[in-house]
């Protein structure tokens, strides 16, 4: 299986205590107690929030209660015309003579009044309420209020108006930045909606649901909009090829790269189909991956000999999943199993797509067919025990493991993920043992010390993990895993930022699109308080992602971390109230 199934789940727990300024978006979920109550308040600071109606249904007839409501405020109404003055029916010059005081009272009085026709629904005179107290007195309540009237009428960009209205008296009105970031969401305005329930998150101290469970929503619409969006428009493109050390993840867990071509007879040379298949086999232990994928297909735009076809054709397939192209990968692994329809490798390698596509009964089908056809063949064993870790069956995941050791003691990735599966059930002491072990035998093997490099990691020993990551730079300067997980680790201990930058870029230089190098660099800017090359590195996160699951998480940390970026311009004085939030 790939890297993102086997190391890739140990550097997400490393790397996962890290991404503390995106946790503030994972607010704690509260209980809905006193929720509507909150939001619905008729309190001086604003009238109740009826909730979404339709223009149609706000002009329908009253119901019972609210024609007594306005019964009740027409008699108010007409007692107040027995009063020397209706401070409705005042004019601009009259309440320009009036006190300061005395404008006030008035508009205190309107925004009363105001906020008994919203209770009883009558929308529009409630505006008008709200209007006339401005005109005495320019409060960020009133405003709100009317902002408020607006949403019951869906009158978005009106409510967004009054909210900036608001917003301009004070920056800090919760229910304002609540009801804009409602408008902006009908719009589908998700960034500005988002910025909005982010900053009633942080001036509320995390503490608010109604904030929380907003960001969250937006967040998921936003992410998944524009995620397809990019995917629509990558599918109009060429694949793209994924990082090299994601391609190596991936082929490493196989034994090789597969069968290469002979002569029909030994008198003869290689037909030029078959030169050019064996040529694309070098180029991918060269790790010149590219170049392979154009010499593969040539080779099979040539022809490869009959019994080199299903190889051939399953490898490409291979090649079109790790870049995502699933329904070519598809179609190249079926042309496969028609050439060749005992071909393990394809049926494993079916496997890995079905995975992608989280269809997991057919995954379990196809690994059983693997097994049947090939029952002493390690790398079956191995696969399975890949798909099961990735079901957290960590027990029966290592005990397919330690059947592939068994069946082929040279094949390293199984002794790696033994030793993962054995520390995952807490079985430390015989997980070091492995490791040991393995280290002894391959002591050459770079990925094998820098996944024992991880483990130790997760243990706390950040003084072996760094020394086990600079053994597996040692043995292999062009892997940039190790290089991200020693910056990680001396990041953690605090020590030498400038060492840790300089490691990171290390591994971009290795490897430019290296996906954990770029998530760890834009986490490390971030917490350096460098947060518009950390904006950087999150856009080039999302170009790089792989899946749409990938895509729809790194857009959402971007979002996230945009929106608490402007947050901080806008609001610097609350720098220590975001970082009260973070965990």
């Not at 002569?263 to 060269?286: F, H, V």
């Not at 990551?469 to 300067?477: P, Q, R, S, T």
């Not at 490691?503 to 350096?528: F, G, H, K, N, T």
């Amino acid at each position: 299986m790939t890297e993102k199934t086997s190391g890739s789940l140990s550097k997400a727990k490393i790397t996962a205590k890290d991404w503390k300024f995106y946790a503030a978006v994972a607010i704690p979920t509260i209980a809905a107690v006193g929720v509507s109550l909150w939001y619905l308040s008729s309190s001086s600071s604003g009238p109740p929030k009826s909730g979404k109606k339709s223009k149609k249904r706000a002009t329908k007839a009253p119901t019972k209660d609210a024609s007594e409501e306005t019964a009740k405020i027409n008699t108010e109404e007409d007692s107040g015309k027995d009063e020397k003055e209706d401070p409705l029916t005042m004019t601009k010059e009259q309440i320009e003579k009036l006190s300061e005081s005395q404008r006030k009272a008035h508009a205190q009085s309107l925004k009363s009044r105001g906020n008994k026709f919203y209770q009883a629904k009558r929308h529009e005179k409630a505006i008008e309420l709200y209007t006339k107290a401005l005109l005495f007195q320019e409060d960020p309540v009133f405003y709100s209020n009317r902002a408020a009237c607006y949403v019951a009428l869906e009158e978005y960009e009106k409510t967004i108006q009054d909210c900036d209205s608001a917003l301009k008296l004070n920056n800090k009105y919760l229910k304002a930045l609540l009801r804009r970031a409602q408008a902006y969401e009908n719009l589908g305005q998700f960034q500005g909606s988002l910025y909005d329930f982010i900053s009633a998150c942080i001036l509320d101290n995390f503490n608010n649901n109604v904030a929380s469970n907003g960001a969250e929503r937006v967040l998921k619409k936003l992410a998944e909009t524009e995620a397809k969006q990019r995917i629509e428009a990558s599918d109009k493109r060429s694949p793209r090829v994924p990082s090299k050390s994601f391609i190596t993840g991936y082929l490493n867990s196989f034994r090789d790269h597969g069968e290469r071509a002979v002569p029909a007879d030994d008198d003869q040379p290689l037909t030029e189909g078959d030169a050019s298949y064996n040529k694309a086999l070098d180029l991918i232990s060269e790790k010149k991956y590219t170049e392979a994928i154009e010499e593969l297909d040539a080779a099979l735009s040539k022809g490869v000999g009959a019994n080199m076809e299903a190889n051939a054709v399953s490898l490409r397939g291979a090649f079109n999943f790790l870049k995502s192209n699933l329904t070519q990968a598809k179609e190249d692994f079926d042309q496969a199993l028609k050439r060749d329809p005992e071909h393990v490798r394809t049926f494993l390698r079916m496997a890995n797509l079905a995975t992608e596509k989280k269809d997991m009964d057919l995954v379990s089908q196809l690994v059983d067919k693997a097994k049947e056809l090939a029952p002493s063949d390690p790398e079956t064993y191995f696969q399975s025990g890949q798909f099961l870790f990735l079901k957290q069956d960590f027990e029966k995941a290592l005990k397919e493991y330690q059947k592939a050791v068994d069946l082929d003691p040279e094949f390293v990735y199984p002794h790696i993920q033994l030793g993962v599966a054995q520390f995952k059930v807490g079985r430390v002491d015989e997980a070091m043992a492995t490791f040991k072990t393995a280290m002894a035998k391959f002591p050459e093997r770079s990925d094998l010390f820098n996944y024992y490099g991880e483990v130790l990691a997760e243990q706390g020993n950040v003084a072996d993990a760094i020394k086990a990551f600079e053994k597996a730079v040692e043995l292999d300067k062009n892997n940039p895993l190790p290089y991200v997980n020693q910056a990680i680790s001396v990041f953690q201990s605090g020590n030498d930022v400038q060492k840790v930058l300089g490691l990171i870029r290390d591994a971009l230089e290795v490897d430019p699109e290296c996906e954990l190098a770029v998530a760890a660099l834009s986490q490390i800017y971030l917490q350096m308080g460098m947060f518009e090359e950390s904006l950087a590195m999150l856009r080039r996160a999302v170009e790089l992602a792989k899946s749409e699951e990938e895509m729809i998480s790194a857009i959402t940390f971007r979002e996230n971390t945009a929106a608490q970026y402007r947050f901080l311009k806008e609001h610097p004085e609350l720098a220590s109230k975001l970082a009260g939030g973070l965990p």
